[in-house]
């Protein structure tokens, strides 16, 4: 018979033929080139990717007439003998035929004698993990001290059946799986010689279907273009090697991510009328799915990929979800296994098939449509929130720049009072307040996220619209069931001892520490502070405290304004309901409060609005600077008092119950009259 098969007729002669394996012909070549040439070689991994031929190349290599050369040249009778296998010298033995401890004894006699033609005399064993333990165990001595002119060559599809003594007596070389792009370089090189004509998707599918053997895909051009010599279509492939066609595969992934039953078995049973295998089928899907996976997650394919540029597979790739890819993956690779074992396996695909259509209530299929629905719901709200906080952003500018011009109002007004009384004097150093810069410069140091959000300027705004709102002369009035007359100066102080009052007048720092604000601000936490504010409302009560009650509806009209975790800090509209918060015995008893709520220990300070924002405003002012640490001025407010030495009864005894309510709502706006 004169033809010869492609496989045979483009075997490599060379080392530079040989394709997708240059980690190995590199190495083989340096070797040669310096006559380092060891004395036991062992190939191994997939089939089809040019184990054997690279053994026949070093057998020519090394006997070539030119040794030492780092490819053999082709052209010396040595080269041409060992090509064409008249020379005896290289021999060739079949391990699953010659398994026994016998042939492996005779063929330790032989090796003692000479080579008749050439320098070396190669044995190559293929196939060496069929060798019996016996047969193992007599090729170990000679394997590990042969004659100085053999050279053997193991080649194996499975490198674990090979004994590891046999492994360390031997240089391993592990043949990697030729990719897909090489496969398709090399098979144009031989269409282009055999001028054979191929679609170009018929030859992706051949390279994808070959599964990294080269031997395999030039077999399959073999038998493809004796099916159809004219011109290879992708059809023509999938009719020889029984894969399923792309549109195929792409209906019947339609209908198993619809959970449409009845059309993929109705499509299942057209491709077996087809003459397709269940197996291949199974696979296809498998591999589709794969692929939809890559594309949803990674945006690319393989470029040898048929389903590259696909419309209709992108589409689906985008609108599956991991969950249900992995969940139609699992089972049908269950399907695929239980396939391989069973003599009906279109049952199997079957059930595959009912199971991820499953209508159940609580099947996973219907627990995978809601949760994907629910994720749908999710990304279309996170969708609307991010619109919406494009639109505060540009509102947030001009709260907060209301915010400025109030506050810089209300300054030039204490200013001009404090102007108009010549009979005070005041220490020049008592207000340790940084001068404000331009409001544009301003404007831009505000929005940086220091530890001060657009919430509590919301906050503070609404604090300074309601002071502009409620004009001075409208002042709730309480009536009070006493003779005397109480200006509201001294509503801030009754009740205290006498030894109490004058240090309520002075140094604030013993109840208002600036080093608690600096190391909350300096350590802020953002995610932290949001926590606390989401759930900052039905404070528990504390039991045997018999204000707790009181003390948890006075917090929770307050705002978490900045948090480092083990330290917050409150803002309230009032000086006086700071005062009270910030008395010893009330704060460790709201401390026990907000430990219940959020389980564990908090400690706070609670300030007015309009303090904090003047301490936000400094602390942003300085971190500008670039202050690492940044240090604050100290507290200096008329309303907040030194309450650290102060007991609670003497402040709740000094009110009626109407008073304190009416103080802890309205705050310093409270008259009180007879």
């Known amino acids: 018979m004169s033809y010869k098969a492609l496989y045979r007729t483009y075997r490599p002669k060379d080392f530079n033929e040989v394709a997708g394996q240059k980690h190995i012909t ?17 190939f191994s991994g997939p089939r089809g ?64 004698y000479l080579p008749g033609y050439v320098k070396y005399k190669v044995y190559i064993i293929d196939e060496v993990h069929m060798l019996s333990q016996g047969a193992f165990n007599a090729l170990l001595k000679t394997l590990e001290e042969p004659p100085a002119h053999v050279i053997f060559i193991l080649c194996t599809t499975e490198l674990q059946k090979v004994l590891p003594t046999i492994q360390s007596r031997c240089q391993r070389f592990d043949f990697k799986s030729i990719s897909t792009s090489d496969i398709i370089t090399k098979l ?74 009845t ?13 397709k295998e269940v197996k291949k089928i199974t696979l296809n899907l498998i591999e589709f799915f794969r692929d939809a996976l890559m594309f949803s997650n990674l945006r690319k394919l393989d ?34 296994n239980e396939i391989n074992w069973s003599n009906n396996p279109k049952i199997h695909l079957e059930l595959a098939f009912l199971k991820i259509a499953d209508n159940e209530d609580n099947s996973n299929s219907n627990v995978l449509a809601a949760i994907d629905e629910v994720e749908k719901r999710l990304h279309d709200l996170e969708k609307f929130k991010e619109d919406l906080e494009k639109e505060d952003k540009l509102e947030s500018k001009e709260i907060i720049e209301k915010i400025i011009i109030k506050a810089k109002k209300d300054d030039d007004e204490e200013d001009k009072q404090e102007e108009a009384k010549p009979e005070e004097q005041v220490d020049d150093n008592l207000f340790n307040v940084p001068e404000e810069e331009d409001l544009p410069v301003y404007q831009e140091v505000i929005s940086e996220d220091v530890s001060i959000e657009t919430n509590e300027t919301k906050e503070a705004e609404e604090t300074l619209i309601e002071d502009e709102i409620v004009p001075e002369d409208s002042s709730l009035e309480v009536e009070e069931p006493t003779k005397e007359k109480v200006s509201e100066k001294e509503t801030t102080i009754v009740g205290y001892d006498e030894e109490v009052k004058e240090d309520l007048c002075r140094d604030i720092s013993n109840t208002y520490d ?22 900052w409302n039905s404070f528990p009560e504390v039991e045997n405290e018999d204000d707790s009650k009181y003390l948890a509806s006075l917090i929770e009209t307050g705002m978490v304004t900045a948090s480092s975790i083990d330290k917050i800090i409150i803002t309230f509209a009032s000086t006086t309901i700071c005062n009270t918060l910030m008395m010893p015995t009330n704060k460790e008893v709201v401390m026990k409060i907000i430990n219940k709520k959020f389980n564990r220990i908090i400690n706070y300070m609670a300030l007015p609005t309009s303090v904090f924002t003047d301490i936000s405003r400094e602390f942003l002012d300085r971190y500008r600077k670039g202050e690492v640490y940044v240090k604050l001025s100290k507290i200096i407010c008329e309303g907040l008092k030194d309450v650290s030495r102060v007991e609670k009864k003497e402040v709740n005894d000094s009110k009626p119950k109407i008073v304190q309510d009416a103080i802890s709502l309205f705050g310093d706006k409270v008259k009180i009259k007879e």
């Open 188 to 261: 144009k090189e031989i269409i282009g010689l055999e001028k054979i004509q191929i679609e170009e998707d018929a030859l992706k599918q051949i390279a994808t279907y070959a599964e990294g053997g080269l031997r395999d895909a030039i077999s399959l051009i073999d038998q493809v273009y004796a099916y159809n010599p004219e011109k290879i279509s992708l059809e023509d492939v999938n009719q020889i090697c029984g894969a399923v066609s792309m549109q195929t595969q792409i209906d019947l992934a339609q209908a198993l991510i619809d959970f449409d039953s």
């Open 303 to 336: 470029d040898a990929s048929i389903l590259q540029g696909n419309q209709d597979f992108q589409n689906i790739a985008s609108e599956l979800s991991n969950r249900k890819a992995f969940y139609i993956i699992d089972v049908l690779s269950k399907a695929l």
């Open 26 to 42: 590199q190495t083989l070549k340096n070797a040669l080139a310096n006559d380092k040439v060891a004395h036991a070689y062992l």
């Open 263 to 275: 059309q993929a078995i109705a499509l299942l049973n057209d491709l077996l009328a087809q003459g």
């Open 514 to 535: 600036i080093h608690f604000v600096e190391e909350v601000l300096n350590n802020g936490d953002k995610k932290d502070k949001i926590i606390l504010q989401n759930n």
């Open 49 to 112: 990717t040019g184990k054997t031929s690279i053994a026949k190349i070093l057998a020519k290599a090394v006997n070539c007439i030119k040794a030492p050369i780092d490819n053999p040249c082709n052209v010396c009778d040595n080269c041409l003998g060992i090509q064409d296998g008249t020379i005896s010298d290289v021999i060739e033995i079949d391990a699953a035929s010659n398994n026994g401890v016998d042939e492996i004894r005779e063929l330790r006699d032989k090796v003692k």
